[in-house]
Every structure is written in structure tokens, then in C-alpha cells.
């Protein structure tokens, strides 16, 4: 094959993958812009905001992430997931023991029955058995709402992780087509200086042996 020719196709061959790899790389970077302002504008209408510095408990001062933003607005994938696992975790573990909804609702249920059973024979444990029965009510509607706005905020985390993933392919990817382009130019540039009779791996001519003159 003429040297020259396998440029050119070598050459023409990296250009077609250079510009797969440029579309590829504008599409991440789209949908990477597009969950980092998608999560910005979610949490932002959430309003939620870190306690300012002064306002930390040592429980809380014991956790980097709620030093390192407090004071400031939650809008980011990585704020969320702070907020809810250290701020928000931190919480339900001193609520109800530690207790999750789902855990609470079997105490519920017995202490719902015990009161029905109290009522109908006005028992004089009523009053602590109801006392006991809104205790429990309050903790488990508010591990319940905790764990709801958990949950959401670490979806927005994870939402976020794929345009943040996004963008570093995306960043390969430019990264990849710009040292294919680079390296196609050359092929071009050693297309156009290549003699036209010049080839590639060509076959070594044959060589005649010498046939030993008889004794």
C-alpha cells in the first residue's frame, strides 16, 4: 500500500473520531449543566438553610461538613447529602432511640389496643397509657417527616453524582478528541511530504542464490 494513501485513510479515520467524540462530549456537558442547575433550582425552592456557626451543638460541631457550610443556603448535590445524613441522621438517632417509622408503628399499634382496652374498663393507668400513646405518635410522625425529607435530599444528591460523573467523561471525552485531532493533522501534514512512490511494509525484493560451481 502507498504510504501516502494509508495516511490519508488513518488520517480522515481519527477526524471522523475526533468529531463522534466532540458530539459526545457537548451531550454530557449538557445534561451535566442541566442536573447541576436542575438540583440548584429544586433545593433552591426548598429554603433550606444551615445553622450559622455559633448555633451548633458539639454534636454537630463534630460533623466537618455542617462546620464547613454553616450559615449558607443548600443548593448543591453535596450540600444535600451532608444536610441529610448529617444533619438530619444525626437527629433521628436521638429521636425514639434511634427508632425508624416502620419500627414505631408495632409500639403503636400495642399501646393504641391497651388504651381501647383501658377506656372500656377506665383503668387507672388511662392517663400514662394515653401519655405514652401521643408520645409515641409525636416521635413517629416526626422520624416519619425526617426521613421523608432525607430521602428526598439524597435523591437530589444522587441526581447530582450523575452530572457530576457526566462531566468528567465529558472532559475525557474533549480530551480524547483533541489528541486524535492532533495526531490526524500530523497524518495530513506526513500525507502531503510523503513521495507519491513511497509505500508501506512493502516485500523485500528476492535475492538469487549463488549456486556452488562443481568440483
Known amino acids: 500500500m502507498k504510504r501516502k494513501t494509508l495516511d490519508l485513510v488513518v488520517s480522515v479515520g481519527g477526524l471522523v473520531l475526533a468529531a463522534l467524540l466532540l458530539i459526545a462530549g457537548l451531550v454530557l456537558t449538557s445534561n451535566a449543566n442541566f442536573a447541576k442547575n436542575y438540583v440548584a433550582d429544586q433545593?433552591?425552592?426548598?429554603?433550606?438553610?444551615?445553622?450559622?456557626?455559633?448555633?451548633?451543638?458539639?454534636?454537630?460541631?463534630?460533623?466537618?461538613c455542617l462546620v464547613e457550610y454553616a450559615g449558607q443556603k443548600l443548593t448543591t448535590g453535596k450540600q444535600?447529602?451532608?444536610?441529610?445524613?448529617?444533619f438530619i441522621?444525626?437527629?433521628?438517632?436521638?429521636t425514639a432511640d434511634?427508632?425508624?417509622?416502620?419500627?414505631?408503628?408495632?409500639?403503636?399499634?400495642?399501646l393504641r389496643t391497651q388504651v381501647a382496652e383501658a377506656e372500656k374498663t377506665n383503668a387507672p393507668n388511662l392517663a400514662d397509657l394515653q401519655t405514652q400513646l401521643a408520645q409515641v405518635n409525636q416521635q413517629?410522625?416526626?422520624?416519619?417527616?425526617?426521613?421523608?425529607?432525607?430521602?428526598?435530599l439524597l435523591t437530589s444528591y444522587g441526581f447530582s453524582e450523575f452530572?457530576?460523573?457526566a462531566a468528567q467523561f465529558a472532559t475525557v471525552a474533549y480530551l480524547a478528541a483533541a489528541a486524535l485531532l492532533i495526531l490526524a493533522v500530523?497524518?495530513?501534514i506526513h500525507a502531503l511530504v510523503t513521495p507519491k512512490t513511497a509505500?508501506?511494509?512493502a516485500p523485500e525484493p528476492e535475492t538469487k542464490q549463488r549456486v556452488p560451481a562443481s568440483a
Open 43 to 64: 433545593l433552591g425552592q426548598q429554603n433550606i438553610s444551615f445553622k450559622p456557626a455559633a448555633e451548633l451543638t458539639e454534636e454537630e460541631k463534630a460533623q466537618p
Open 80 to 86: 444535600a447529602e451532608c444536610y441529610a445524613n448529617n
Open 89 to 94: 441522621g444525626l437527629h433521628l438517632k436521638s
Open 98 to 110: 434511634g427508632k425508624t417509622y416502620a419500627e414505631l408503628g408495632e409500639p403503636q399499634t400495642q
Open 140 to 152: 413517629r410522625d416526626t422520624v416519619f417527616k425526617g426521613e421523608t425529607l432525607r430521602g428526598l
Open 163 to 165: 452530572g457530576t460523573k
Open 186 to 188: 500530523l497524518g495530513l
Open 199 to 201: 509505500t508501506f511494509a
